[in-house]
């Protein structure tokens, strides 16, 4: 096999940039989970992000285009996105219990007493580390809820007369007149911590985790806009092929990482997160030393970015297509943050629980292997059928995929359904987008232009799936959600081909009649100017 010593090194840093940010961020929500923030909240600071990342991407991509230091501004941001998002998990931990076993057997609630009001409205008050839930009894075949509070004096919540009191006694005397038999199976939901939010922990979280988010999505984007560079004019169906080693190193790092924490916790309450460091320090050293030696071939700045981008969106026909990326990034909020949590749910209501996270490292696995395949043969496919039919494709992928899943019996069928479709419906559009990006791209606006197009699919795109989603899982439910979303992008889908066939077809290049934009100097050049 012969290598292309031209593209190593921009394979190699999409691997270990990657690597280095997927050692830590898959578990921040996870991290955030366990200091008590609630899944809402964790929704309402994705959405926050979503809308800094619109600005911010455009913005970074001008300043980089502008600029006489791309290589040093594109290295710091690397650096500091790998750092912020490893530096999370080394926040202060928060006083009080920690509720990582949801579900405990054979629990008797008669011997619990009622917790003393006053008492507990000081400590609350206080924020001294006591902490409430809400818990579903199942006895004999009666379900119950009742509310719970745990004291702060132990690490690990654990229902019993030393570590928990009733919130409300009336809950156990109604329920006792229909019991015989007061041991129960018990299942709780997180913590509900106020105190949490008023935190130097909380706002550190949200602070590290924001700005690592701005500076990795940025940092694609100029990664994605060198890569075209260094491919060179009408070589775009080659970008999946490099594109793919970020795939790669997400899925590595992300594996590697989960496993070597667990190994070194010693199934400890709390987790330890040294080997985290110790891998992402490896991996940002090595992408150091990969941007160093990556030539960075971006055109010099055009003086007229601005007009140039605008000029770009006065074409009817782009911001029709720029309205479906968006949408592309509307069905994909989905896989980002709420699969799991769909899983999860499927996993109770069917009796999955103890092999959950067994599901969730094969999904992640699953998911890793289809985006290989997908972008791996993005090239020959986009050139076969296409940016705009592409496009289409990737939207029944879609409608495809959370139908399956809207079905799915129980969590292990969700293996093969993302293995087949997670990449063809997100890893081929990633590839279709930001090709078409670079071809409808002005000299000098490489890096603004690849900014403003994803920022379209990963930043408003999910800042308006996120809204969705969240008041259709809270109103509907799972199940109905899945399927609103995959008749979404089957509605989008068949909308684009409309529009595509009966507008935008004639409007704009594509992949079989690509064309090449001449800088000012060389169409001056070529022109036969009229003499007065």
């Known amino acids: 096999m012969k290598i292309n010593y031209k593209h190593l090194c921009i394979k190699a840093h999409y691997f270990f940039f990657v690597a280095s940010c997927a050692v830590s961020y898959p578990y921040i929500p996870v991290y955030g989970k366990q200091i008590g923030v609630s899944p809402l909240v964790i929704g309402t600071i994705g959405t926050f992000f979503s809308i800094l990342h619109l600005i911010t991407n455009p913005v970074c991509g001008f300043i980089i285009d502008y600029s006489q230091w791309k290589k040093f501004i594109f290295i710091i941001l690397t650096i500091v996105s790998s750092c912020s998002y490893v530096s999370i998990f080394f926040l202060p931990s928060l006083p009080g219990p920690m509720l990582l076993d949801h579900h405990f057997q054979n629990i008797s609630y008669v011997s619990l007493s009622n917790c003393d009001m006053e008492n507990h409205a000081l400590a609350i008050a206080s924020c001294n580390g006591t902490k409430d839930t809400t818990c579903r ?12 509070s745990f004291y702060p004096d132990q690490q690990r919540a654990i229902i019993s007369p030393d570590t928990a009191c009733l919130l409300n006694i009336n809950e156990t005397l109604l329920s006792q007149k229909n019991v015989t038999n007061n041991y129960c199976n018990v299942t709780c939901n997180n913590f509900e911590v106020q105190c949490v939010y008023t935190s130097n922990t909380f706002w550190s979280f949200v602070l590290m985790w924001s700005l690592a988010e701005t500076s990795f999505i940025t940092c694609l984007s100029i990664s994605d806009a060198v890569c075209f560079r260094i491919l ?15 795939a790669i190193g997400c899925g590595v790092a992300a594996c590697l990482s989960g496993y070597v ?11 330890n997160y040294t080997p985290m460091l110790i891998l992402a320090f490896v991996f ?7 941007c160093i030696k990556l030539e960075i071939p971006l055109e010099k700045g055009s003086t007229t970015i601005l007009k140039d981008v605008f000029v770009l969106l006065k074409s009817k026909s782009i911001v029709i297509i720029l309205c479906f990326v968006a949408f592309a990034g509307i069905v994909h909020t989905v896989k980002r943050n709420y699969l799991f949590w769909y899983l999860e749910d499927l996993a109770i209501a069917t009796g999955y629980v103890n092999r959950i996270k067994l599901i969730e490292g094969l999904i992640l696995i699953a998911q890793t292997f289809g985006e290989i395949a997908n972008l791996f043969f993005s090239g020959k496919i986009i050139k076969k059928l296409g940016y705009s039919y592409t496009i289409i494709f990737c939207f029944i992928c879609h409608a495809i995929r959370w139908g399956l899943i809207s079905l799915a019996p129980m969590p292990w ?10 990449g063809s419906s997100y890893a081929l559009c990633i590839a279709a987008i930001s090709a078409y990006a670079n071809v409808v791209t002005l000299p000098g606006t490489s890096v603004s232009v690849q900014g403003l197009v994803q920022g379209m699919h990963d ?22 959600t899945m399927r609103i979303f995959s008749a979404f992008a089957a509605l989008s889908a068949l909308t684009y081909f409309i529009l595509y066939i009966s507008y935008i077809k004639h409007k704009t290049p594509d992949s079989r009649n690509n064309v090449e934009w001449e800088t000012p100097d060389d169409a001056h050049r070529h022109c036969v100017v009229a003499e007065t």
């Not at 199942?138 to 119950?144: A, G, L, R, V």
């Not at 060179?232 to 970020?246: D, E, M, P, T």
């Not at 069928?413 to 997670?422: A, G």
Request: overall charge neutral; some cysteine; charged content about 15%.
């Open 232 to 246: 060179g004019q009408g070589k775009q169906s080659k970008f999946g092929k490099q594109r793919l080693w970020a």
């Open 284 to 290: 940002i050293c090595v992408n150091l030393i990969c």
């Open 459 to 480: 930043s408003f795109g999910f800042a308006v799936g996120c809204f969705i989603i969240g008041v259709s899982y809270k109103s509907f439910g799972g199940t109905i």
């Open 413 to 422: 069928w969700i293996i093969p359904i993302e293995l087949i479709m997670h």
């Open 137 to 148: 009894w199942i006895c004999n075949d009666m379900n119950f809820s009742m509310e719970l």
């Open 261 to 271: 924490v667990d190994l070194w916790s010693h199934d400890g309450i709390y987790q």
